[in-house]
């Protein structure tokens, strides 16, 4: 385990992130504790959610864009989205491709999300 000084402001200043930066790429880490000054993190190669981790960052990292696999939002609901992008994601690290870009339905009309659309 080791840990690295931070503060709140830091947390909520969404352009300064150099723990993010870092744990993006380092997915075998775990945040195992956090306070208002220090947030630390285990490293962890054996676990079924790291392995997960570390299969989602090669098909991300280490595939070509080429084999993007798109899947088409929907607009159903809050819950009905994350199965879609889970599902998404699925499928896509099945077929060992760059994860998932979300995109609308060509067949539908986009619109704003959660909300029906304005009669006039």
Request: aromatic share 16%; net charge positive; proline share 5%.
């Amino acid at each position: 385990q080791f840990c690295m000084e931070w503060n709140s402001n830091d947390a909520l200043n969404r352009t300064y992130k150099p723990i993010d930066l870092w744990w993006t790429h380092h997915p075998e880490y775990f945040v195992s504790a956090e306070n208002a000054s220090h947030v630390c993190f285990k490293r962890d190669f054996s676990s079924r959610r790291a392995l997960l981790h570390m299969q989602l960052y090669q098909n991300q990292f280490h595939t070509t864009c080429e084999t993007a696999y798109q899947r088409y939002m929907w607009s159903s609901g809050w819950g009905a989205d994350f199965s879609n992008v889970l599902g998404g994601m699925k499928v896509a690290m099945d077929r060992h491709h760059v994860p998932l870009i979300m995109n609308w339905n060509p067949l539908s009309p986009p619109g704003w999300h959660y909300a029906a659309t304005k009669k006039n």
